[in-house]
């Protein structure tokens, strides 16, 4: 069983960047791929970005691409999200997962998922 912790979340003023990092018990990640996830209040769980297990291939979906960008480090065993220029439509509580039985084709797709973290929360002022 993998499990997943994010941090980095915070309140940050639109326009700005925030770092969010999932990590796994020790080097546990390092054989995942991983996607990050955001649910905003009264709004669905929406994927927004992925990464697969080599770090070889990243997704975005249309609300990421250009501001965020995801990446890998096998040394910290840490997978990241980069998120700049913040707008407030990005508040939300942000998730990684990882599947047991991951397909890239369904990357986005939340119930292929089995293994989620906590999440850490992310404010954005206006």
């Known amino acids: 069983q993998v499990q997943l912790v994010e941090s980095g979340g915070g309140l940050v003023q639109a326009g700005g960047s925030l770092r969010l990092s999932c990590r796994a018990s020790?080097?546990?990640?390092?054989?995942?791929?991983i996607t990050w996830f955001r649910q905003a209040p009264g709004k669905e769980r929406e994927a927004i970005s992925g990464i697969s297990m080599k770090g070889d291939r990243t997704y975005y979906t249309d609300s990421a691409k250009g501001r965020f960008t995801v990446s890998r480090d096998s040394a910290e065993a840490a997978v990241f999200l980069q998120m700049n220029n913040l707008r407030s439509e990005d508040t939300a509580v942000y998730y990684c997962a990882t599947a047991e039985r991951y397909s890239a084709r369904r990357w986005s797709e939340g119930g292929m998922y089995n293994y989620w973290g906590q999440g850490t929360q992310v404010a954005v002022s206006s």
């Open positions: 020790e080097l546990a990640l390092n054989y995942y791929a």
